[in-house]
């Protein structure tokens, strides 16, 4: 077992909520302040900061304060376990394709 499967369970608890995974989206694009970020759920903003909190504790986002307005932005590389996790199961389903296709063209008669 990997040793980044911690780390890969935590993104994918945090990415398992539609709200967060918004978030993530909207922060794709840019950094943003927190009531842009509230503004397109209906919901009070200690919700929408319960979120951020755990986007933050999975690694996914950062924040920083400035005066009274608090910047969230997404990490550099933050998505990079779940990319590797899914790269090595694609591996394994691709390996998996190429063996039924040998057998395959084994199994076909040849025409002559």
Do not use: C
Not at 27 to 36: D, G, Y
Not at 84 to 107: F, K, N, V, Y
């Amino acid at each position: 077992m990997p040793n980044y499967y911690d780390k890969l369970d935590s993104v994918l608890r945090a990415l398992a909520d539609p709200t967060r995974r918004a978030i993530v989206e909207r922060l794709a694009k840019s950094p943003a302040v927190v009531s842009e970020l509230a503004a397109p759920f209906s919901m009070a903003l200690p919700s929408l900061m319960q979120h951020l909190r755990l986007l933050e504790n999975a690694g996914l986002v950062t924040s920083q304060k400035q005066g009274r307005v608090r910047t969230v932005s997404l990490r550099p590389g933050a998505l990079d376990v779940l990319h590797l996790w899914l790269g090595e199961q694609r591996t394994s389903a691709e390996r998996q394709a190429d063996r039924l296709g040998m057998h395959l063209i084994r199994a076909t008669p040849k025409e002559t």
